[in-house]
């Protein structure tokens, strides 16, 4: 079993930075991608950073320029620095990875969820 571990995550001022990070856990071979998605109240979750083993990282539109993904794969950890946050930033981000445990089965999963907001 692989356990993903969000921290944190908090309250900013508008223009103010976050770093959040993931450590995932258990009986890991291998994780391919990892990532962090959002989700506002009332809206639906959605993805906000990517990034695979090999570095290779994907932004959504609303983020690029302002946050960076990034990952130790010895640590199998997963970073996400938010700089220049805006009030629309807010919500629950959560940790994504995708990989192989010792046994060769896939896994995939989801963290807890760590709160972000952003207010003045």
């Known amino acids: 079993q692989v356990q993903l571990v969000e921290s944190g995550g908090g309250l900013v001022q508008p223009g103010g930075s976050l770093r959040l990070s993931c450590a995932a856990s258990g009986s890991i071979f291998s994780i391919n991608a990892m990532g962090w998605y959002r989700q506002a109240p009332g809206k639906q979750r959605e993805l906000v950073a990517t990034?695979?083993?090999?570095?290779?990282?994907n932004y959504a539109d609303s983020v690029k320029g302002r946050f960076t993904i990034s990952r130790i794969n010895a640590k199998n950890t997963v970073y996400l620095q938010m700089n220049s946050l805006k009030p629309e930033d807010t919500a629950v981000y959560y940790c994504n990875a995708d990989g192989r445990v010792f046994s060769g089965s896939p896994f995939g999963g989801w963290g807890q969820g760590t709160q972000v907001t952003v207010s003045s």
């Open positions: 990034i695979t083993s090999g570095g290779s990282t």
